[in-house]
């Protein structure tokens, strides 16, 4: 009689790496299928922003800022819809996360070495200062302390792109986030309008502006706008510092991140759910180790520098499509009101600084 035992194991075997490779392609086509109507939603946000960002009363603004409030605006037209829901969260999270590591293309430790170590110093003290300054005056204005973080992290390091950045330690509501880059958005334009006003009130030469400018307002864009109004040397300088400011966007993350979990059970429990460290932030230190490195095309570092903007975009007007417009009215005017104390101290701070010491 034949033995079938061993024919039957050699015909299950391949048959066996048949269907779990087949489940694993179904698997992949059901979630493609179920995220892509909200990603392709949010992209054409994206566009839309892009282009409005073009018209003259709107290229001071933020594509991101446009991009969120179009979302919050569908959001309001036509609701939450379930078809999309499963994209937009995909957008704000997983392409938010993609988009900051790809930031780290555009930062080099070559230019933090060119402010010298006193304008590291700076730096340094500024974000750290105009954050805890933040936080406790936030205990004072009774401002929740998620919001309060996030708008912290907005004023001392990089705007809206931080606020996204830090909300994945602090777990706030899309509400929180919102209101948190409006403040932002709107308080570094006042600051790029206002900065180029001044330097001639606090007697500041072209690179010590540019400083200023970069430590102190919060876009990257703001700063580009308000530094080389002061010409070149000052507009470089602002731009080196800013990028600068940006950098340490990672280490800020891995502090909050590391301090949350002694913050009560609440938090503790859900330290042991996540890192403390989120992996993007890795990703972002490795990202600027391999833009000090290795010398990139200009044309790719460009298409990086759109793809990037491009995915900020995207995951805020995600972000702005899953706020509810009537809970973020609820939050009142004091979070307002602590971003704009914020934004005055981290101007005062960083001009102290450099009066004294650069």
């Given at each position: ?20 490779k ?50 919050m ?20 999270r ?12 555009q ?45 912290a ?40 309008f ?28 703001q ?16 731009t ?21 979990r ?5 938090e ?33 570092k ?9 995915l ?47």
């Amino acid at each position: 009689m034949l033995d079938t035992r061993h024919t039957n194991g050699l015909a299950k075997g391949p048959v066996s790496r048949w269907a779990v490779k087949s489940s694993t392609v179904k698997s992949w086509i059901v979630r493609t299928t179920a995220i892509a109507p909200g990603v392709i939603v949010a992209s054409l946000i994206g566009i839309l922003a892009g282009w409005l960002r073009n018209l003259p009363l709107l290229s001071v603004v933020s594509p991101m800022m446009l991009a969120m409030l179009i979302g919050m605006t569908l959001n309001k037209v036509v609701g939450d819809q379930i078809r999309t829901r499963d994209g937009i969260i995909f957008s704000q999270r997983r392409l938010l996360r993609i988009a900051i590591v790809l930031l780290g293309f555009q930062l080099t430790f070559a230019q933090i070495a060119s402010l010298g170590p006193t304008g590291v110093v700076i730096l340094a003290a500024a974000l750290s200062s105009t954050f805890v300054f933040t936080v406790h005056a936030a205990r004072f204005l009774r401002v929740d302390e998620g919001l309060a973080k996030l708008i912290a992290a907005g004023t001392s390091v990089c705007g809206a792109s931080a606020v996204v950045a830090a909300n994945t330690v602090v777990s706030g509501k899309e509400e929180d986030v919102t209101y948190a880059v409006a403040c932002v958005t709107i308080f570094g334009t006042a600051a790029m309008f206002l900065f180029p006003l001044l330097p001639e009130l606090f007697h500041l030469d072209a690179r010590e502006f540019g400083l200023w400018t970069g430590s102190s307002i919060h876009e990257v864009a703001q700063v580009v706008a308000a530094s080389f109004q002061h010409g070149q040397i000052a507009g470089e300088m602002g731009t080196i510092a800013k990028l600068s400011r940006v950098m340490m966007l990672a280490p800020l993350v891995l502090a909050m991140g590391l301090l949350s979990r002694g913050d009560g059970q609440e938090e503790a429990d859900a330290s042991r759910r996540k890192p403390a460290a989120p992996w993007f932030v890795f990703g972002f230190i490795t990202t600027t180790c391999i833009n000090s490195m290795v010398a990139i095309p200009v044309e790719l570092k460009s298409n990086l520098v759109w793809l990037t903007t491009f995915l900020l975009t995207v995951a805020l007007a995600a972000m702005g499509m899953h706020t509810d417009l009537s809970k973020l009215l609820s939050r009142g005017f004091r979070p307002a009101f602590l971003g704009a104390l914020a934004s005055v101290f981290i101007g005062l701070f960083s001009l102290a600084g450099i009066k004294l010491l650069y």
